[in-house]
């Protein structure tokens, strides 16, 4: 695991916008898994080379431009980095159309390709998520959780939260609306997950991988269920030797479906995700809460934050 | 493991045919990976009790009937299990219907529910196979796998089989037709797989598990690649501590899929598969040569040869 002192501030002067470029002034940058994977060359993301900075994406507003596709005051999602200032060719930024009661932080967070996006992807596109379906998501009070346990509940899903701690399992169901929420922390998971899917899970939309895999494995339904690999947070520390689902033959004996997924791979349908997921916020149906954490030296600290489970709902970095 | 001196046989008198009963000769007995479940209690498959019959499908002949559906001479698919002769209730039987160029013993390999049937589920239901698909197969020279092998190929795809031993891999090119055989007894199995599948690896029918999953999860296709877990026999002599697959995050970094399946959830699909298979063997493009092993009183060895890998094509039993 990476220390703070692993990671260094430098102040770069960004000099001459060449053509076709622009300075974007990060505003909101998110704080995603996948940025720990590319500190480690276990390749499952590029590898970031040391003394470069740190990829990340994000939500900006343009203050000098050099290219006729976009204008001071634009506001564009894109690779934002961990930095106050991102200079980049406007063809790798979109510019943010924003509707009535969407932000443009909204954009880093329930419309963020990472965040929200990728929720929807994955319940819709890869589990197939239906009405009166047992949903259980890990990692549920973190960005793409909470947009996941909404979305599941939108969709008329029974809806099982797991998280650590009783502030996040009473943000699961008092703000999220989750049926239950499961505190992995507290007593056994296997029996309180035994206990709140008595008929078995149907959708396990997982970010977490490990033990918990494994305990939700036991617990599938008795045919067709559809467990969604998103990610893996309890293994990114050790990617070279991860826990792979010791009951994985679960999924012969109960006719159940593991798939994973990179949201990149269904670019086609982000505009439906970000159709439904607008609708869901105009309509008072969907938030996500930002945990923000001020100021760009901070970047490190926030990134650490992620995997010690402290923050809830959106982790960004406001520079 | 189980060894031989663990085994005993009875002579019984089988007594009265009740009402609805008949007796069958048994004619050939499967011996199937999933029996050796049953003699553990590991929750895979129902445990048989010490003392009791170990149960085995197979084919026999009526020779005593107490039942109006079923008459003497009659050809019944059925849980023979391991005995000459069977009582069974009629109900639990199916009759045969033998078509031109199929013969009785058929009906306990390439169209047994446990042989060929599985066989096409897998491949065709499970991991929908399409013409062009790079398929592997692994337990390619077993009764499954040697049936998956030839499905593969009539279905327009191009088949890798991966087999223990220089006669078996000569089997899957030869006799079965496989486009390339892979040895993992010699040499690197990865690097193996990598040269056969530049490209990536499609279709992965899975009947072993362990390492070699591992490996080929490692090259799977960049996208929508589908593993169809049918078992795992290089883990069933330990199923209170499988290995679980480490590369599982491969399926995430690769969109693919990996969706188990126990054959009876499709039962549906057994007349579609039965009569594809039917029609290949009578084109004279399917074959399942038999290793027969005589004698009732061979079945334990019999049981024990199908996890020493020492047999090739369908391991049966005639007593």
Redesign the interface.
Known sequence: MPVIDDFGIEDVEIGDVAPGFVIARADTISIDAWIRTTLSDAG?HETAAIGETIPALGVGQIVESNSSDLAVGDWVYGMMSAQTHALLPAAGLRKLTLQDGITPSDFAGPLNVTGGITAWVGLIRVAQVQPGDVVVVSGAAGAVGSVVVQLAKARGARVIGIAGGPAKCSYLVETLGADIAIDYKTGDLAQQLAQAAPDGVDVFFDNV?GELL?IVLDNLAP?GARIA????IS?YQN?D??????????????????????VS?YEADYPAAMAEISALIQAGKLTLPEHVVSGIDRFPEALLMLFDGGHLGNLVVRP
């Open positions: 499952m991988g494994d045919a690999i998103c990610g893996a293994q990617l030797d991860v826990r792979g689902p010791k009951l994985y033959l679960r999924l012969a004996e109960r006719n159940a479906m593991m798939k994973g997924f990179v791979h």
